[in-house]
């Protein structure tokens, strides 16, 4: 991005599969979109890891059947709307833009027949994949897509800091009587330490979830949802920040990095059992191994507790019916690396932090309570989940929503815009700025996951939670002055959203004393 500012229809904050189909469908209705993602290699995102699959629907499949698993799975707390959306749309646009669009090579059962995977909670076999990295191949291709588009322009290595938005920003004092509006983002470009400015009609937030903000998660480590963040601060309405799924099976191992054992794996009928070898579903579910998500983590933590284990095993190898290798090449891959062979021995799991049901709260169409703002994808809150996600339905959430909102940008004809550019404050950078001590970044992100690990983690408690929430605010102030007078750096401007959201994630839970899907409280 050669100029300090830059102006575009459509400002896109994001390329997984939601910042992706929003981008593509505003920019084949002819907008100028700028898409821009802060990593240096475009695909790099949670939908990359996607392993599991993609929600469809199989044979003898119905939408209203879907729409009963998300709502189980969410305790029947979940928005009916936007529940009936996805179910409505999951089998149209999966054909129309992952098959017939981008080619996805979709495994098939027979040369004819694509192979319907089923996983923990789904009454079907629904789930469409592509062997083990479904998210791997739907991503890089949306990512050639996009490079291909007309009207799009993609920037890896620029950062957004903050949404851009009035009155905040403005300079003119006339400002504070209109309706709060977004009006784009500033934008840190990682290489120089510059920030640009970035106007934009509409503003598309698609920043990802932040498992990351976890001492132990299934996520990348840089999944630390800047989004909500950002959102937070122009003042959008964010919901159910406390429900933060933990998937309760990730490799355990000292040299493994948030590997995920996809459910998928107990769909093809492995079994959990503790470290004396027995199985122990039976007693904590009448669905045993393929229970929702959060009954089986909190399963495996007390069996942790009472067996005083680390871990717990999962046994693929006594009870798989299907050639292990070939529907799980990459989890066989990665666990033979760290000596643990599949085929032959049970898994060492954990549960990790993986998802955030809520988010920046968004309609049918993605649109906020801020005017300008969108939000899709798994930083966003359509009230779909409710309590708890049903596996497999976030890929699909990122499409539907990435497309209705792309849809919707398009058929709207904005007004035009009631400010100048040289209206809004340029980025201030401080006159001593202070040089970045890699250590303190480091402990400060050891503060922030072993907190909301160990109090507002799988099992919460009033007092947990009163305890996050002071050192976190502590904390928040500390970062928040380093974050001033720094000098102006993709770690700084990264740890001081993680703080802000860690703190989000804090006050929802101890403010909700009812336990709910993936929200447990203890007392
Ligand atoms: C290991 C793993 C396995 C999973 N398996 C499945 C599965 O099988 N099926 C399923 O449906 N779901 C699965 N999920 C969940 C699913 O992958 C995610 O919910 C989904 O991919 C989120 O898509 P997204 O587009 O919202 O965000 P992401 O794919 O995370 O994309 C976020 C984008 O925002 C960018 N970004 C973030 N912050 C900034 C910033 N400040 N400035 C600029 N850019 C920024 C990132 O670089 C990235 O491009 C899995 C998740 C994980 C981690």
């Known amino acids: 991005m050669p100029a300090k500012t830059w102006e575009t229809d459509v400002l896109v904050i994001g390329c997984g599969i939601a910042g992706a189909s929003a981008a593509l469908e505003a920019a084949k209705s002819g907008m100028d979109v700028l898409v821009i993602t802060k990593n240096s290699r475009a695909e790099e995102s949670n939908t990359l890891y996607a392993q599991g699959g993609i929600v469809s629907l199989g044979p003898g499949d119905y939408p209203e059947l879907l729409a009963e698993d998300i709502t189980a799975a969410g305790d029947n707390i979940n928005n009916p709307e936007a529940v009936e959306l996805l179910s409505?749309?999951?089998?149209?646009?999966?054909?129309s833009i992952l098959i017939k669009e981008l080619r996805i090579p979709f495994t098939h059962s027979t040369p004819e027949r694509l192979d319907y995977a089923q996983e923990g909670g789904?009454?079907?076999?629904?789930?469409?994949?592509?062997?083990?990295?479904?998210?791997?191949?739907?991503?890089?291709?949306?990512?050639?897509?996009?490079?291909?588009?007309?009207?799009v322009t993609l920037l890896t290595g620029h950062t957004a800091v903050d949404l851009l938005s009035l009155p905040h920003h403005s300079k003119n004092p006339i400002a504070y009587y209109r309706k709060p509006v977004c009006i784009g983002a500033y934008v840190l470009e990682n290489a120089t330490g510059k920030v640009k400015t970035v106007f934009?009609?509409?503003?598309?937030?698609?920043?990802?979830?932040?498992?990351?903000?976890?001492?132990n998660t299934s996520n990348p480590r840089d999944a630390i949802g800047a989004g909500y963040a950002m959102a937070f601060r122009a003042a959008a309405r964010l919901i159910n920040m406390e429900y933060i799924q933990f998937h309760p099976t990730s490799l355990f191992h000292r040299d493994a990095d948030s590997f995920l054992i996809s459910?998928?794996?107990?769909?093809?009928?492995?079994?959990?059992?503790?470290?004396?070898?027995?199985?122990?579903?039976?007693?904590?579910?009448?669905?045993?191994?393929?229970?929702?998500?959060?009954?089986?983590?909190?399963?495996?933590?007390?069996?942790?507790?009472?067996?005083?284990?680390?871990?717990?095993?999962?046994?693929?190898?006594?009870?798989?019916?299907i050639d292990i290798k070939k529907r799980f090449p990459n989890i066989y891959r990665t666990c033979k690396t760290y000596g643990i062979d599949i085929t032959r021995e049970p898994i060492p799991v954990v549960p990790a932090a993986h998802y955030c049901c809520g988010g920046v709260q968004a309609d049918l169409w993605g649109r906020t309570s801020l005017d300008g703002l969108y939000a899709v994808g798994?930083?966003?809150?359509?009230?779909?989940h409710g309590a708890n996600r049903l596996a497999s339905t976030s890929l699909l959430?990122?499409?539907?929503?990435?497309?209705?909102?792309?849809?919707?940008?398009?058929?709207?004809?904005?007004?035009?815009?009631?400010?100048?550019?040289?209206?809004?404050?340029?980025?201030?950078?401080?006159?001593?700025?202070?040089?970045?001590?890699?250590?303190?970044v480091n402990q400060d992100w050891l503060s922030i996951r072993s907190t909301l690990w160990n109090y507002a983690g799988i099992i919460r408690t009033g007092k947990r939670l009163e305890r996050a929430k002071a050192d976190l605010e502590y904390l928040q102030h500390r970062i928040e002055k380093f974050y001033r007078e720094a000098h102006m750096d993709q770690a700084v401007v990264s740890l001081r959203q993680g703080i802000q959201v860690a703190l989000l994630i804090t006050r929802a839970a101890?403010?909700?004393?009812?336990?709910?899907?993936?929200?447990?409280?203890?007392?």
Not at 200 to 215: D, F, H, I, K, Q
Not at 270 to 282: I, P, Q, S, V, Y
Not at 299 to 305: D, F, N, V
Not at 510 to 523: E, F, I, Q
């Open 88 to 95: 409505s749309e999951a089998r149209q646009l999966v054909d």
């Open 122 to 151: 789904h009454s079907r076999r629904r789930i469409l994949h592509v062997k083990d990295t479904t998210g791997k191949t739907i991503e890089e291709r949306f990512v050639r897509a996009l490079q291909k588009q007309k009207g």
């Open 200 to 215: 934009a009609r509409s503003t598309v937030m698609a920043t990802g979830g932040c498992g990351a903000l976890y001492l």
């Open 263 to 321: 459910e998928a794996v107990r769909g093809e009928g492995a079994r959990l059992k503790n470290r004396d070898g027995r199985t122990f579903m039976e007693r904590y579910s009448g669905r045993r191994d393929l229970a929702p998500r959060d009954e089986v983590t909190r399963a495996i933590y007390e069996e942790m507790t009472q067996t005083n284990s680390s871990y717990v095993l999962l046994d693929l190898a006594s009870y798989a019916r």
């Open 378 to 384: 798994e930083v966003s809150c359509t009230g779909l």
């Open 397 to 440: 959430e990122g499409l539907v929503w990435g497309t209705k909102a792309g849809r919707h940008i398009a058929q709207q004809m904005l007004a035009k815009r009631s400010y100048r550019p040289s209206e809004i404050h340029p980025w201030y950078y401080p006159s001593n700025e202070e040089e970045i001590d890699p250590a303190l």
């Open 510 to 523: 101890l403010s909700n004393p009812v336990s709910r899907g993936a929200h447990y409280r203890k007392d």
